[in-house]
Nanobody, 124 residues
Framework: QVQLVESGGGLVQAGGSLRLSCAAS????????MGWYRQAPGKQRELVAT???????HVAESVKGRFTIFRDNAKKSVYLQMNSLKHADAGVYYC??????????????????WGQGTQVTVSS
């Protein structure tokens, strides 16, 4: 069984910063892309940023220049540094990993696995 656990969300003033973390655990054989999506109330989930196993990053235009994604393969973790936060950045942030893993009976994946989400609230 594989789990992705996010942390680092919370309440921040507009213009402030937060760093989100996501750690994968379990019998993981390989992690391809990792990344972050977010979902604001009443809106569809949208891609924020992704990063390949080799560190090639892609960020959405709406956060370019303000958000940075990076990962630590040894820790099976991905991070999202968010600066100059705006009200529009508020929502639940979900991390994902495209993971190949082992169960008691088989090898599965690679498939996209998700964390439970962490809330980011931006105040005036």
């Amino acid at each position: 069984q594989v789990q992705l656990v996010e942390s680092g969300g919370g309440l921040v003033q507009a213009g402030g910063s937060l760093r989100l973390s996501c750690a994968a655990s379990g019998t993981i054989l390989f992690i391809n892309d990792m990344g972050w999506y977010r979902q604001a109330p009443g809106k569809q989930r949208e891609l924020v940023a992704t990063i390949t196993q080799n560190g090639l990053a892609h960020v959405a235009e709406s956060v370019k220049g303000r958000f940075t994604i990076f990962r630590d393969n040894a820790k099976k973790s991905v991070y999202l540094q968010m600066n100059s936060l705006k009200h529009a950045d508020a929502g639940v942030y979900y991390c994902f990993g495209n993971i190949r893993y082992e169960t008691r009976t088989s090898i599965r994946g690679p498939e996209d696995l998700w964390g439970q989400g962490t809330q980011v609230t931006v105040s005036s």
